[in-house]
């Protein structure tokens, strides 16, 4: 088990220390497959400082290049979360019954229709599912397509018949916030616009992640399938809102780290689709907490992130 902590370290960083880092955890803990707590989260931020330094350092593309990259990831991540359920059915061809997100049916091909449900090919998912996968392998001139498709689809979600009413009605919640369907086009347009910027630059320039980074999305996908986790379940809402919070402390340890501004142009683009949810939508939060303590959440990690790269940048010029 203690070889997974290693994950978050850099390929070359676990190459040439790895096996050092490993001979450590087994002589200050031995017999234990797992370190205390407080180790655990210590490797953990080691790790992501350590990949930070790396990411900083390679100067094949510029930082803002980089920072559109994840902001595309990320806004291509939320589009897919709420239809997770709705792909991992299709592509295993279950029918899901009382279990289909906010569907009378999930379904499969035209011959899927339920009780005053129109006939889909598509899952809406897909789209949102292809444009992370192209994104990832660093391919936006394939992402693109697919976010366009996005904004067609939820620009004409009462008389599309390529995925259906329900296919893109279907409510998503994203952590504690406003619930953002697909034809809410806010998010699928800076996607969309995201993607044209990417496409735009020389090929080769952006970084291609490993296709291992495909697996917590696999993992996702089928816990809210098999399990029926459905994303306006508590459950899931709060398991999303823990997600949300790792990935912004991890966006302020790499920062820190660093001083390097790239992690906050996705932050500024997911606080800004939520707070444009939210403002559309100022009865839609699912009350898991108050009003202004989702805000203060959803809106502080901004300022904290740009205040945290200008002092690690003075700090850097002054030493």
Same mark, same amino acid.
């Given at each position: 088990m203690n070889r997974l902590l290693l994950a978050t370290y850099p390929k070359a960083y676990r190459s040439r220390r790895g096996e050092e880092l490993l001979a450590c955890l087994a002589e200050a803990y031995p017999g234990r497959s797992w370190p205390p707590p407080r180790e655990v989260a210590a490797l953990a931020? #080691?790790?992501? $400082? /350590?990949?930070?330094? #790396?990411v900083v350092e390679d100067t094949t593309r510029p930082w803002w290049l980089d920072g559109f990259h994840l902001t595309a990831l990320v806004l291509a991540a939320l589009a897919l979360v709420p239809y997770l359920q709705d792909v991992w059915h299709w592509a295993l061809h279950i029918d899901p019954g009382r279990h289909a997100i906010a569907f009378d049916f999930s379904g499969w091909y035209? @011959?899927? $229709? +339920?009780p005053e449900t129109r006939t889909r090919l598509l899952p809406y998912g897909l789209l949102p599912l292809i444009c992370l996968i192209a994104l990832l392998? !660093?391919?936006? @001139?394939?992402?693109?397509?697919?976010?366009? #498709?996005?904004?067609?689809? *939820?620009?004409t979600f009462n008389s599309s018949t390529l995925f259906g009413g329900e *296919?893109? =009605? *279907?409510? +998503?919640?994203? *952590?504690? +916030?406003?619930?953002?369907?697909?034809?809410?086009?806010?998010?699928?347009?800076?996607?969309?616009?995201?993607c044209a910027a990417l496409a735009a630059c020389r090929p080769g320039r952006l970084r291609r992640r490993s296709s291992y980074w495909l697996a917590p999305v696999v993992l996702a996908m089928f816990v809210a399938g098999s399990l029926h986790v459905i994303s306006v379940s508590? /459950?899931? $809402?709060? !398991?999303l809102f823990a997600l949300e919070l790792t990935a912004l402390i991890a966006a302020w340890v790499a920062t820190t780290a660093t001083g390097?501004?790239?992690?906050?142009?996705?932050?500024? =683009?997911?606080?800004?689709?939520?707070?444009? #949810?939210?403002?559309?939508e100022p009865n839609g939060f699912m009350r898991s907490l108050p009003d202004l303590v989702v805000l203060l959440l959803l809106v502080a990690p901004l300022p904290i992130l740009a205040i945290t790269a200008r002092r690690q940048r003075s700090q850097a010029l002054f030493d």
């Open positions: 931020r #080691a790790g992501v $400082q /350590t990949r930070a330094r #790396a035209p @011959w899927a $229709q +339920g392998r !660093g391919k936006p @001139w394939i992402a693109l397509p697919a976010a366009a #498709a996005m904004i067609y689809a *939820g620009a *296919g893109v =009605a *279907g409510l +998503g919640y994203y *952590g504690l +916030g406003t619930p953002i369907t697909a034809h809410d086009l806010v998010l699928s347009g800076m996607l969309c616009i995201v508590p /459950t899931f $809402q709060r !398991g390097d501004y790239r992690w906050l142009i996705p932050v500024a =683009a997911f606080t800004f689709v939520r707070t444009q #949810a939210i403002i559309a």
